[in-house]
């Protein structure tokens, strides 16, 4: 993804930010330790920001770290946040972790994506569930929202495809809501569109005659005519210095019932 900056200069963009975030001047200004006679000033062009102005309102109104340099830029200021490729020497560190980590999750699934949900990485786990899946989908650059929802992709394993369906779409709803990006929003409109397969997630429309007792909304979903069952979690990084690594995301699939457990701990072993 590319930063956009905008002609109208940094006043408007501010003031759109804090209207996404339902924040009146005021509020802002006393989150930001400033008036809202200086917030005005700013939004209508008659006050230019300082960069540490631009970067504090920019910290109290959650603007991404790409944004944060685009709001940068509107005001003639140099962007303050590096974007480095992942491959770049000054990641390796963090490649080293991220491979570690989701080595060490095997034999559960575990993955990385960016911010258009690219797959970055991934360990066996993944590889198990996606095993037989179409080429066009897998190959690099994979996305994992179209590997899932795709009606080629695993959509048609997914036993509660409709209620997994809402529960992804949602995220990818609140993600845009969060952030100015086109391509999430055209990612979002892409798999929207997808039809559901012919009979697949009538199973997750159905109560189970002895449900498990889930702690969260389970993946079901069938490998070699077992159902498996996970939870997912998200986790990114705090605070990043760095635009790529802002937009990392891993997201681990933890077993949900005992069931799970001993069918990928037989596999692995």
Known sequence: MTTVVSDTGVGPLLRGWRERRRLSQLELALRADSSARHISFVETGRSRPSEEMILKLAEHLDVPVRERN???LAAGYAPRYTESPLDAPRLATLREGIERLLEGYDPYPALVVDGSYTVVAANRGIGLLLDG???HLVAQPANAMRITLHPEGLAPRIRNLREWRGHLLAQM????ALARSEPLRALYEEVAA???PEG???AGDRPDPEPYPYFAL???IEH???VLSFVSSISTFNTPMDVTVAELAIETFLPADPATVAYL???SG
């Not at 709803?173 to 845009?176: A, L, N, S, T």
């Open 70 to 72: 685009a709001l940068l």
């Open 133 to 135: 899946l179409p080429e």
């Open 173 to 176: 709803e609140r993600q845009i």
């Open 194 to 196: 997808y039809p559901l």
């Open 200 to 202: 697949a997630g009538d």
């Open 218 to 220: 389970p993946l079901r």
């Open 224 to 226: 070699d005519g077992q």
């Open 265 to 267: 701990r037989a596999l």
